[in-house]
Nanobody, 124 residues
Framework: QVQLVESGGGLVQAGGSLRLSCAAD????????MGWFRQAPGKEREFVAA????????YYVDSVKGRFTISRDNAKHTVYLQMNSLKPEDTAVYYC?????????????????WGQGTQVTVSS
């Protein structure tokens, strides 16, 4: 089982940037697809981005394409989400998760081993 801890959230103005990190215990991290999700108050959890376990392919929801970049460093047991050109509608708690079955294209509902989340707030 993978243990995940998110960090890097904060308060930024619209147009700013943040880089989120998700640290794993490393036991089987390098063999799992990894994803980022977000949940805003009163809304359902949204699948934002994913990266294959080998780092060979990425997925993004349309609303973040061209602004967000997911990457991973298996040697450091860490997955990142670089968020640029942030908008108020990006405000949410961001979570990382793992898909041990490595579906591709990724299926959000199959991700598990959730972290506890990190808050991202974007002001107008």
């Amino acid at each position: 089982q993978v243990q995940l801890v998110e960090s890097g959230g904060g308060l930024v103005q619209a147009g700013g940037s943040l880089r989120l990190s998700c640290a794993a215990d490393g036991r089987t991290f390098s063999h799992f697809n990894m994803g980022w999700f977000r949940q805003a108050p009163g809304k359902e959890r949204e699948f934002v981005a994913a990266v294959r376990w080998r780092g060979s392919s990425t997925y993004y929801v349309d609303s973040v394409k061209g602004r967000f970049t997911i990457s991973r460093d298996n040697a450091k047991h860490t997955v990142y989400l670089q968020m640029n050109s942030l908008k108020p509608e990006d405000t949410a708690v961001y979570y990382c998760a793992a898909d041990r079955y490595n579906n591709w294209p990724p299926i959000g509902s199959l991700f598990g081993s959730w972290g506890q989340g990190t808050q991202v707030t974007v002001s107008s």
